[in-house]
């Protein structure tokens, strides 16, 4: 700095001095030229000792053009660094709330797709033939009037009472899997509440406990309650819905049966209470729809939870 300083100072001195060469002898300019060395070099020294304390009491000093250019460039840099904190800060709580609600909806969007590929069936799996052996399905040596090739598992998604999105899970005969499939996708579309949709292997194979539970089930190798006759769910082609809240009715001997016990509130189809199958009902028209028969329909016992497709 002080050199540039030097530079320019003495060559203002030596212009200067040079203008008037022809009135004056060798001995004259040399002279003069010495003298303005002289005095360059102790503005420069008073320059730079200025510049000096300004700097150190924190002041503003007035550079040269390079300087400038310099120290422009250092700011902007530092400008740059302040622009990343302003853009960290830009993610306030409205920014926050804007850009949540675009990934709400890109959810959303997702979920329904999601949504979706969750309504399934396939062929059973060992591991599923392993859920159901010695439950659902008897674990014997005699003949048996269906197969495991002969049934499928369905794959669902339901709202609760809650309201919550659950995952439920069916095994159906092959031959009704694909309407089950269809059937409960239209019922998840409307909402339409089933408080459980469970493998009537995790009560054991009980259909009291499962009906008794509101657990809604299809497949269980079983007989007609009261009778020997194989029950359609053996085939797994009857399926019954909220079954604590649609009971299944018999009237014998003059005294009316109601299973499961607890269902008794729920008998009286006159009365009014939700979850209640009737022809009225969602559930009753989407089954309806896809070939199903209703066991609220039966003549000699009511079973309002029982829907059935029989080839």
């Known amino acids: 700095m002080k050199r540039k300083l030097n530079g320019i100072v003495l060559f203002f001195a030596i212009t200067y001095i040079l203008t008037g060469c022809q009135k004056k002898d060798a001995s004259e300019i040399e002279t003069e030229i010495e003298t303005e060395i002289e005095r360059s070099e102790e503005s420069v020294s008073e320059s730079a000792q200025s510049m000096t304390e300004t700097v150190a009491d924190g002041g503003d000093y007035d550079f040269g053009t390079d300087d400038f250019e310099t120290t ?30 675009g990934a709400e909806e890109s959810d959303k969007e997702r979920s329904i797709s999601d949504a979706a590929d969750s309504f399934y069936y396939t062929a059973l799996t060992d591991e599923i033939k392993a859920r159901i052996t010695g439950k659902s399905y008897p674990d014997t040596d005699e003949p048996l009037q269906i197969s495991y090739e002969d049934l499928a598992y369905v794959h669902v998604l339901h709202y609760d009472f809650q309201a919550q999105i ?13 309407d089950l499939v269809e059937i409960f996708y ?40 009261g009778r020997t006759t ?75 939870q029982h829907f059935e497709k029989v080839e």
């Not at 709580?93 to 949540?100: E, I, V, Y």
Request: aromatic fraction near 12%; glycine fraction near 6%; charge should be negative.
């Open 72 to 101: 422009l460039s250092e700011t902007d840099m530092l400008g740059a660094g302040t622009s990343d904190t302003e853009t960290t800060d830009l993610f306030d709580a409205d920014s926050l709330g804007t850009n949540s609600d």
């Open 166 to 178: 659950q995952e439920g899970e069916l095994i159906c005969n092959q031959s009704v899997a694909q």
């Open 186 to 225: 239209e019922l998840y579309e409307n909402q339409y509440p089933i408080e459980k949709i469970r493998l009537i292997d995790e009560y054991d194979a009980d259909d009291e406990v499962s009906m008794a539970d509101n657990n809604t089930s299809c497949f269980n190798y079983r007989t007609v309650p």
């Open 230 to 304: 194989l029950s359609n769910h053996s085939y797994g082609c009857a399926i019954d819905i909220n079954p604590l809240y649609n009971p299944y009715v018999r009237t014998s001997g003059g005294k009316e049966q109601i299973s499961p016990d607890n269902a008794v509130p729920y008998a009286d189809r006159s009365a009014d209470f939700p979850y209640k199958i009737d022809k009225n009902d969602l559930c009753y028209r989407v089954f309806i729809e896809h070939g199903f028969s209703w066991g609220g329909a039966w003549n000699s016992s009511k079973d309002y």
